[in-house]
């Protein structure tokens, strides 16, 4: 895989390789399994929130209702 880069990535993949002493290849590689972790979680708790909004919306309406 080629990933093209600008200036500011660029400055910004060595920074973080220099800093971290690892390559600019395993910078990328836990950025994009970082953002997946994230979007799974996100989702995750999205499903969740649904699930106890539907189980729970009776109680809830009546809390807001007093």
Same mark, same amino acid.
């Given at each position: #895989? @080629?990933?093209? @880069? =600008? =200036? $500011?990535?660029?400055?910004?993949? %060595?920074? +973080? ?5 690892? %390559? &600019?290849?395993?910078?990328? !590689? ?7 972790? /994230?979007?799974?979680?996100?989702? !995750?708790?999205?499903?969740? %929130? $649904? /699930? +106890? #909004? =539907? !189980?729970? %919306?009776?109680? +809830?309406? &009546?809390?807001?209702?007093?």
């Amino acid at each position: #895989m @080629t990933l093209r @880069t =600008d =200036d $500011e990535l660029d400055k910004a993949l %060595s920074a +973080l390789a220099a800093a971290e002493g690892t %390559s &600019r290849q395993e910078i990328v !590689r836990r950025a994009v399994l970082e953002r997946y972790e /994230r979007s799974r979680h996100s989702a !995750r708790v999205q499903q969740s %929130s $649904e /699930r +106890l #909004m =539907d !189980r729970w %919306s009776d109680v +809830l309406h &009546r809390l807001g209702s007093v």
